[in-house]
């Protein structure tokens, strides 16, 4: 009876022993965030990445129906492909307790490894006063780098006077990295339909350097940039077409 006794009380001290320390079999560890350079696992990591693409989105909020003359939001929906989502950020401005009078929205894909890719963009030209300001970044939308990429030459034979149809075409969907003066990645922007980015820095010296884009023969030189304190500072990166 007392060995009996001896081993039930064994087994029950192993059983207290291994639920202690596994906890329940059907449990798992939270993931950690995607953060700048990690992979993408939640919507919440794809709407990071589409802002860090674009920092004067920092200001935007999620979309809430319920919320009467919400002008600007973003919404963000898992898409077709394993860890993929689809971003949409929404500017509205004039009135928008009444609807809004204008807007502009850009769609984008967010990949499972970061990847951010502009797939659609619509509506108004946005302007200066119409962005959301950013909540505790430490930068603002009048400090920073202003990207405009262009394309050209567009024709053969330079007229004179110009030919307007012969102007460079802005470029859209180029990605462009801007580094501090040690090298290290700052920021990271995509360019809009219009082949404008900004990017929101702190008074310093940068490099701007874009990638390769499609359908282009030569990549922009990188530019190295000075960006002062209350001003936006303007950078054109021109991507050679190869028509001569």
Known sequence: ??????????????????????????GSAPSASAGAGGAVRTESDAVARVIASEPRFAGITPRDPDLIGQGSWYEATPASGVGAFLVTMRIGWGDCPAGCIDEHSWTYAVG?????KLQSEAGSPVPADAWPSPA???????????????????????KVPPDPACAPKPVSNATILIGDAAGHEQAMVVTDAGGQAFAGLAPGVYTVTAQGAAGFMNGPEPQQI???????????????TGIR
């Open 112 to 116: 499972p490894d970061g990847s951010v």
């Open 226 to 240: 000075t960006v002062d304190d209350g001003n936006v500072t303007e950078v054109t990166l021109t991507y050679d």
């Open 136 to 158: 505790g970044d430490g930068t603002s939308s009048d400090t920073g780098i202003r990207v405009t990429a262009v394309a050209g030459p567009v024709c053969p034979v330079e």
């Open 1 to 26: 009876m007392t060995a009996q006794i001896v081993r039930l009380l064994l087994i029950a001290a192993a059983t207290l022993a291994v639920t202690g320390c596994g906890g329940s079999a059907s």
